[in-house]
Nanobody, 129 residues
Framework: QVQLVESGGGLVQAGGSLRLSCAAS????????VGWFRQATGKEREFVAA???????????YYADSVKGRFVISRDITKNAVYLQMERLKFEDTAVYYC???????????????????WGQGTEVTVSA
């Protein structure tokens, strides 16, 4: 079991930046594959970014095309946390952002919500045009 808590959301103007945090408790988070998803009002939850588990090899990182070059996912093993640095935010980035995790060992992209066993409660990001 792992518990996830997101933070860092808020209201920002288009072109601005935010950093979302996903703090984990319960187990060693570095062994979990972690993804960020978002869900805008009236839309389905969509993949944003993911980082594979840490280990003897470097973690693999994946991004949705819509955020590539603007968002960066990273992990701090010492803080048991994963971050999503969001730059050059656009109005269409407005959504509730969720952190998700799964304890399996995966070495490819995991784009679908059903591929993750654990979820946080979400943090809201609003980008004003």
């Amino acid at each position: 079991q792992v518990q996830l808590v997101e933070s860092g959301g808020g209201l920002v103007q288009a072109g601005g930046s935010l950093r979302l945090s996903c703090a984990a408790s319960g187990r060693t988070f570095s062994r979990f594959y972690v993804g960020w998803f978002r869900q805008a009002t009236g839309k389905e939850r969509e993949f944003v970014a993911a980082i594979s588990q840490s280990g003897y090899t470097s973690s693999s990182i994946y991004y949705a095309d819509s955020v590539k070059g603007r968002f960066v996912i990273s992990r701090d093993i010492t803080k048991n946390a994963v971050y999503l640095q969001m730059e050059r935010l656009k109005f269409e980035d407005t959504a509730v952002y969720y952190c998700a995790a799964d304890g399996g060992q995966y070495f490819s992209a995991r784009y679908y919500p059903e591929q993750y066993a654990y979820w946080g409660q979400g943090t809201e990001v609003t980008v004003s045009a």
